[in-house]
């Protein structure tokens, strides 16, 4: 009745999404914390002022968004948590200081990274040269991989659980493969040094493609968006608006990678979907962009609450790794991750574990409010 190659389909499995009872949502990574207000004013204006819009196709460019985007990126550095916040405007941290201005023309729009990741692979990865990627990571690849018929060079982590960078970069040389990681990797947290990834690029197969998913980054130390002028024919970032502008249910993602690269995007875009991104996402994320001052004080806030979280687990013997996302990964001696998931389940919290060999001990917690926190540590002080 269908295509054999649906027979071969593996498809990425969410964080589950309840109807049914009030849970404390701690498994899907997504900010508790709502957009700004004049996110939610901006589309009821348009609306209000511009009904026929809903009835006319979107803007297939989307100019002014990936304006705006470049703007909050030269405002905040590509990380929210560290930015200077002056009134309603940001500035960068010392380290993430662009060496250059971004423009629009380095930006690509999708709906949700998840679909700009789509394009990506359909764009750079061949089907006959193996994808090098962690063993342990954003597990929608190996899905990707599976759509698009792209075998996989899955390198396993260091002991440390750190990516085993160097092994990947020899993996991509010796086999002139392209390679995709997120930074910082997800679901451990842990991130490289914009410096090892500066390594990565330098010694990887020339003309092969690296993808950096930045979808934490907002929570880190370091972007590496100050690379994409060194690399123009190389690197590609992407980026979301779901984590750290409060954006999952808008469903709104970009790249930053130089005007060449992203042309081609936009040319595998308009081969799949002239309009990826709808008039009321357009207008949310512009207005989002333009408040980024707030989602920079959200940001502050979760890892400030990420640090003491950490530091409360690790206090009670738990093992934690060095989380620089809005999400902990840890484990505690004795209990099985699914243990841990179902215990915490039933204090009405949602939190994620993995059937997926060699982290199954560990569950993945989102950080929420104080509150959510608080009553967390109540279930988890339980076990
Ligand atoms: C959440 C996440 C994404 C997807 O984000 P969307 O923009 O919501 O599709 C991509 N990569 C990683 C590593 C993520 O954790």
Redesign the pocket.
Known sequence: MVAQRIKKLNPYVPGEQPTDKEYIKLNA?ENPYPPHESVREAVKATLDAHPEKMGLYPDPDVGDLRQAIADMLNATGGVLANANINGETCSPDEKNKLPFTVTPDMIFCGN???EV?SLVFYMCFDSSIPLVMPEHS?SFYPVYCGFYGIPMNRIPLKEDWTLAYEEMTDASFSNRGCMIF?NPN?PTGLALSRAEIENMLEKSDPDRIVVV?E?YADFAEESCIPLIHKFPNKLIVVR?F??SLSF?GMRL?YTVASPFLTDIIRTVKNSFNHFPVDFIAKTAGIASCKAAWYSAENAKKIVAERDSFIQWLKDRNWFVLDSKTNFVFAKKKGLSGKHIYEQVKKGGILIRHFNTKGIEDFVRMTIGTHEQMEALKNVLSTL
Do not use: E, R, V
């Open positions: 990574n949700g990274s998840d990741l954003y997120p997800a998913d979808a979301t779901s984590k999952a993602g």
